[in-house]
């Protein structure tokens, strides 16, 4: 999150949220014939996440350098993720707000299916910051976000849980779509969902490996995906607040996620069990023009998309 001062004082003011139904059903294609509900998740291949990015990258390069709210690389990245999903069998819509003077969205979409009263949520931010392309910040969890829904398509998974994925509008400019997409919900629609899992972050260059702690079950789950890798973790402390995941706490939504890092420096410790550069960020673009399809750890990003399919299916059975 890069809250601007004026964007910060014309947050709380300028926010209206209104629900653009679009999108809707897909066109013609049903949703792909049950089948037994996949024992395990399944792999999420590194190259199909990397081809997103790549899309990102171009989207950026194409539209002034950036992805950020209210601009034309924003709706672009919007566009793209969301044909995908149509495609694939998600009812898909859209949910419009303004925030600082320009319209932003959020786009949901929806796996047909599943308990409509017990709701697990994955998401990410789709903006990048005005500097640069954004893409560990946050390409990286919006690309594996898209992925998972994809493998949930191809793989015609259909969980006891109802699934729904988002990417949100304008996290830079303080959380405002996460924000305006809990404020709209009333409180019998926020008590259907069961977790909100947010990704913002996942593929930092310098890597470490964050769990949020903010809910025990989803952390574990986290915690044990990773330990069946021998890989530890260490609790997210670095963000508290400063992603997508926090309007959904405060309004006593469980959330959990994964983060790789940003700003703060790698510790000797951190690199002993984690490889890497000692007293170097773990993303050295933290927010700048260089965060390109050049800052990303592929080891990472494949990892943590792993854990996030892993996740998606053991909170949905
Ligand atoms: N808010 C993110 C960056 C960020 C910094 N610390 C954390 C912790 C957990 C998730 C994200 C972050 C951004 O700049 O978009
Ligand atoms: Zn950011
Ligand atoms: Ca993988
Ligand atoms: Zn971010």
């Not at 003011?13 to 139904?21: D, W």
């Not at 786009?107 to 893409?135: C, E, F, K, Q």
Request: contains cysteine.
């Amino acid at each position: 999150m890069q809250l601007l001062p004026s964007a910060r004082a014309l947050t709380a003011a300028a926010v209206a949220v209104a629900t653009l139904v679009t999108g809707g059903s897909v066109a013609g294609a049903a949703p792909a014939p049950a089948r037994p509900a996949a024992a395990a998740a399944p792999d999420i291949p590194i190259a199909n996440v990397k081809a997103h990015l790549a899309q990102l990258q171009s989207i950026a390069t194409a539209n002034g350098g950036n992805r950020a709210h209210g601009r034309a690389g924003y709706q672009a990245s919007l566009d793209y993720v969301k044909a995908k999903l149509e495609a694939a069998g998600f009812t898909t819509r859209l949910q419009q707000f303004t925030a600082s003077g320009r319209t932003g969205y959020n786009l949901i979409a929806d796996w047909p299916g599943g308990d409509a009263n017990t709701v697990v949520m994955a998401g990410s931010h789709l903006d990048s910051v005005t500097s640069g392309p954004g893409i560990n910040d946050n390409g990286s969890g919006s690309s594996a976000v898209l992925e998972t829904a994809l493998a949930v398509a191809r793989s015609g998974y259909q969980p006891a849980k109802h699934l729904r994925f988002a990417w949100w509008g304008a996290e830079e400019l303080g959380l405002v779509g996460s924000r305006a997409y809990v404020n709209s919900l009333g409180s019998a629609e926020r008590a259907k969902i069961s977790g909100y899992l947010n990704f913002d972050m996942i593929g930092s260059p310098n890597p470490g490996y964050f769990v949020y702690d903010d809910d025990p079950t989803i952390e574990k789950t986290f915690k044990d995906y990773f330990a069946g890798l021998g890989i530890a973790t260490e609790i997210e402390t670095e963000g508290d607040g400063r992603s997508d995941h926090a309007p959904f706490k405060n309004a006593g939504v469980p959330v959990g996620g994964l983060f790789s890092g940003a700003d703060y420096r790698k510790t000797s410790a951190q690199a002993a069990k984690w490889g890497g550069t000692v007293g170097q960020p773990f993303d050295r673009c933290y927010h700048s023009s260089c965060d390109t399809t050049a800052n990303i750890d592929d080891t990472a990003l494949d990892r943590n998309s792993d854990a996030i399919a892993y996740a998606v299916w053991e909170l949905s059975r």
